[in-house]
């Protein structure tokens, strides 16, 4: 071949996004396969396994909803814990104002769409390494590196949802999310007050397991939010 | 599951507009208007606020076991604990776990 097809020319941003996004693939698929067959397990359609994966977007709120409506839980306190559990989005959504506000609505909105932990969290550290960027060029770098998660996102969803009942239960493919979530949290915990957070979060947690479903944890990420609030603002009194 | 799928079709349609809107709320309509420093405090907490939460009755009574303490489980998360802050990287904490769990189950399987 003398003529390339693809532009892989390693000054555009939408394709250094693109590369720096392939690795979280290897998050992505097996923890969509598991919402595949967990999802199907659970009682759902084919067309609803895959309407939560492409209308939602968002794998630990899908697991929580899946979660609370096994436990036949009602449709609102679904909704609520679900929605809650993606409350940290808009902490997400904040923090891309000074470097994407600028941007047309339209890729707002699209950008939006395509905010989730992985492409939050590798775009933000870009931007915060090249304050140079041209906010187009923050659209596209953010637009590429979910370039290579999403289509693995649906179609290992899908992929879940077909082979589900032929994956043998000793895989324990339950627990890789458990694995993620924590692999996810653990390099945020920087500080005292995030120690505290998290030790609230889970103590209370465990504490009201046995509330209605997704109450307990409504309650402790509030008091694990306030917790780690008070702390942080206690610990720079100390310090002034 | 006792939904109709009435029902299930409302979870799936509210839940894609709510989080569509919790992901555009400031970079969408708020935009550069400054917003109380409270509100802004307690927000950065809402990642080590909630997952540990969500996670913390999962480890210690794992659904796949009926709810009784799994060792191998229990390993898994402790090595994707201890990597992470260890190493501050998402992946190796990743790997670090599902190693742990894998490692752990063929012992297991062996012995």
Known sequence: ?240 | MTYSAAEIWTIIAIMGVGTFLIRFSFLGLIGNRPMPSFVLRLLRFTPVAVLPGMVAPLVLWPPATDGALDLTRLLAAFAAVAIGIWTRNVLWAVVGGVAALYGAMAITALL
Do not use: C
């Open chain 1, 1 to 240: 071949m003398t003529t390339s097809t693809v532009k892989t020319s390693a000054k555009s941003p939408y394709w250094a996004g693109f590369r720096d996004g392939v690795p979280f693939i290897l998050m992505a698929a097996p923890f969509a396969t598991v919402f595949g067959v967990i999802a199907t397990d659970a009682g759902l359609t084919l067309a609803q396994a895959m309407g939560f994966s492409v209308l939602v977007i968002a794998g630990a709120s899908q697991f929580a909803a899946i979660q609370m409506m096994i436990e036949n839980a009602s449709v609102a306190l679904v909704l609520l814990a679900a929605l809650a559990v993606n409350l940290r989005m808009a902490m997400y959504s904040a923090s891309l104002v000074p470097y994407l506000g600028a941007a047309p609505l339209w890729q707002r909105v699209f950008v939006a769409y395509l905010n989730f932990d992985q492409t939050y969290i590798v775009s933000i550290s870009r931007y915060e390494k090249r304050p140079e960027m041209t906010v187009p060029d923050r659209v596209a770098y953010f637009v590429g590196v979910a370039t290579p998660i999403v289509p693995f996102w649906v179609g290992m969803t899908f992929v879940g949802i077909i082979a589900g009942a032929a994956i043998p239960e000793a895989w324990a493919l339950d627990f890789i999310m458990p694995i993620m979530f924590l692999a996810m949290v653990a390099p945020m915990v920087k500080s005292l007050a995030h120690v505290a957070a998290t030790a609230v979060s889970i103590s209370v947690a465990l504490a009201l397991v046995s509330l209605p479903s997704g109450t307990g944890l409504l309650i402790a990420a509030g008091a694990a939010m306030l917790t780690g609030a008070l702390v942080e603002i206690w610990l720079e009194r100390r310090k002034a």
